[in-house]
Nanobody, 125 residues
């Protein structure tokens, strides 16, 4: 089970840190990531991180502003979001799966077996 937290309301230019806590299984060998979906829009890839934490990959719209990290000892993944924009408003989903990010397609949602229920992020203008 993946449980997201840390969402909320923030002003343009602000920051939020999302957390994703896993229970029931260890995520230490899994690629972990984040997707988001805004009302009326398709689900969008945000970021992914290799099981070791040594490689990460970002969607174009967040590259340079968001940072994904993980703490395998705590079975937790994080998404630090800086310089937030109104277009970042969405429900953010934590995802995980056994496929390696390197040589894979981490931007494809079918690459992940496990999904959280999401946390709302709202950025006001």
């Amino acid at each position: 089970q993946l449980v997201e937290s840390g969402g909320g309301l923030v002003q343009t230019g602000g920051s939020l840190r999302l957390s994703c806590a896993a229970s029931g299984r260890t995520i230490s060998t899994y690629t972990m990531g984040w997707f988001r979906q805004a009302p009326g829009k398709e689900r969008e890839f945000v970021a992914a991180i290799r099981w070791s934490g040594t490689y990460s990959y970002y969607g174009e719209s967040v590259d340079g502003r968001f940072t994904i990290s993980r703490d395998n000892a705590k079975n937790t993944v994080y998404l630090q979001m800086n310089s937030l924009k109104p277009e970042d408003t969405a429900v953010y989903y934590c995802v995980g799966g056994p496929r390696d990010i390197v040589g894979g397609t981490p931007e494809v949602d079918s690459a992940y077996e496990y999904w959280g229920s999401g946390t709302q992020v709202t950025v006001s203008s």
